[in-house]
């Protein structure tokens, strides 16, 4: 057997056995930021109030559940994974300065308080989702409905 090809033959059966240490591992999800506002039907912010999103799925799930406070204007700033959510709005808790926690939200618009459908602080039934892709998500629009 010639030179050259006893080193095509090495290299055939070498080759493949390097490859199999070197796979790529998968890339790890890093939490991405979303921010928004939250509002009324009527287009008015609600602020200090608590957005939580609660993972859908099992890729965001090892994640913690992001809470936001609103601010002034309805808007809200935080990190998660990428992935389906669904948001629940909550008053905050008095041990922080909120009002009582009960099955109803209220919130105050201007000098005005606004009261929140209950179903806005389930995970399983408040209507609220986003999807947040990979490279974070801004310019969030959440509109709840009050009485």
């Given at each position: ?23 790529k ?49 309805g808007?809200?700033?935080?990190q ?68």
């Amino acid at each position: 057997m010639c030179f050259a090809t006893r080193w095509v033959l090495l290299g055939l059966v070498v080759a493949p056995l390097a490859g199999m240490g070197c796979t790529k591992a998968l890339p790890k999800s890093v939490p991405v930021e979303v921010q928004g506002t939250l509002t009324t039907e009527s287009g008015k912010p609600l602020d200090a109030l608590l957005l939580r999103f609660h993972p859908q799925e099992e890729k965001n799930a090892t994640g913690s559940v992001l809470t936001c406070v609103t601010e002034e204007k309805g808007t809200f700033v935080g990190q998660c994974l990428p992935g389906k959510y669904k948001v629940t709005v909550l008053a905050i808790p008095v041990q922080y300065g909120g009002s009582p926690a009960s099955v109803t939200t209220t919130a105050t618009v201007g000098k005005s308080t606004v009261t929140l459908q209950g179903f806005y602080n389930s995970p399983a039934d408040t209507p609220l989702e986003i999807d947040i892709p990979a490279e974070g998500k801004r310019n969030v629009v959440f509109t709840v409905k009050t009485r």
